[in-house]
Nanobody
Framework: QVQVVESGGGLVQPGGSLRLSCAAS????????MGWYRQAPGKQRELVAAITSGRRTNYADAVKGRFTISRDNAKNTVYLQMNSLKPEDTAVYYC???????????????WGQGTQVTVSS
């Protein structure tokens, strides 16, 4: 089984920065794409940013130019650097890891428990 754990959320003032981390552990044969999603109260979960194993990135329009996704394949970890934060960035941020636990298993999505990001003065 694959475990996914996020960290780095918190309270920050508008214009501030936070860095989220997400580490995958357990039985891992290979990891493909890794991504960050967020869900604000009363809204659907949405993609924030994703990165492939080849480090190709994709961003939501709302965060382009402010957020940067990166990954460390040796550590099975993905990061989200969030700059110039706005109140509308307030949400629970979830990490998604596409992985195969063994060489004979199919690819699955594994989710973390989420970390709260609150942008407020």
């Amino acid at each position: 089984q694959v475990q996914v754990v996020e960290s780095g959320g918190g309270l920050v003032q508008p214009g501030g920065s936070l860095r989220l981390s997400c580490a995958a552990s357990g039985s891992i044969f290979s990891i493909y794409a890794m991504g960050w999603y967020r869900q604000a109260p009363g809204k659907q979960r949405e993609l924030v940013a994703a990165i492939t194993s080849g480090r190709r990135t994709n961003y939501a329009d709302a965060v382009k130019g402010r957020f940067t996704i990166s990954r460390d394949n040796a550590k099975n970890t993905v990061y989200l650097q969030m700059n110039s934060l706005k109140p509308e960035d307030t949400a629970v941020y979830y990490c998604d890891v596409e992985a195969r636990p063994t060489s004979w298993s199919r690819q699955h999505d594994y989710w973390g428990q989420g970390t709260q990001v609150t942008v407020s003065s």
